[in-house]
Nanobody
Framework: QVQLVESGGGLVQAGGSLRVSCAAS????????MGWFRQAPGKEREFVAT????????YYADSVKGRFTISRDNAKNTVYLQMNSLKVEDTAVYYC?????????????????WGQGTQVTVSS
């Protein structure tokens, strides 16, 4: 079993920065790919970023590429999402996910474990 807990969400002005974190339980954390998804009101949950177990391979949605950075610290069982140049449209609940996703890193169903989410609100 893997348990995920997100933190670091909050209210930030457009153009600002915020870092959200996801703490994972279990000694098998380093074997899992870690992903961030988000869901805005009235919209479907969408892929944001993923980092593979090695930490050297990352993927980003086109909407956040160049602004967001995903990283992980396996020793701390933690994954981070650094969000810069935030836009109002980035407002959403951000969810952390984990799984042995292989090449299916963009697909929600490929992830076995999910956190409860943390709210990120960007004001104009």
């Amino acid at each position: 079993q893997v348990q995920l807990v997100e933190s670091g969400g909050g209210l930030v002005q457009a153009g600002g920065s915020l870092r959200v974190s996801c703490a994972a339980s279990g000694r098998t954390f380093s074997r899992y790919a870690m992903g961030w998804f988000r869901q805005a009101p009235g919209k479907e949950r969408e892929f944001v970023a993923t980092i593979m177990w090695s930490g050297g391979i990352t993927y980003y949605a086109d909407s956040v590429k160049g602004r967001f950075t995903i990283s992980r610290d396996n020793a701390k069982n933690t994954v981070y999402l650094q969000m810069n140049s935030l836009k109002v449209e980035d407002t959403a609940v951000y969810y952390c996910a984990a799984g042995l996703v292989g090449s299916s890193w963009r697909i929600k169903g490929a992830y076995d474990y999910w956190g409860q989410g943390t709210q990120v609100t960007v004001s104009s």
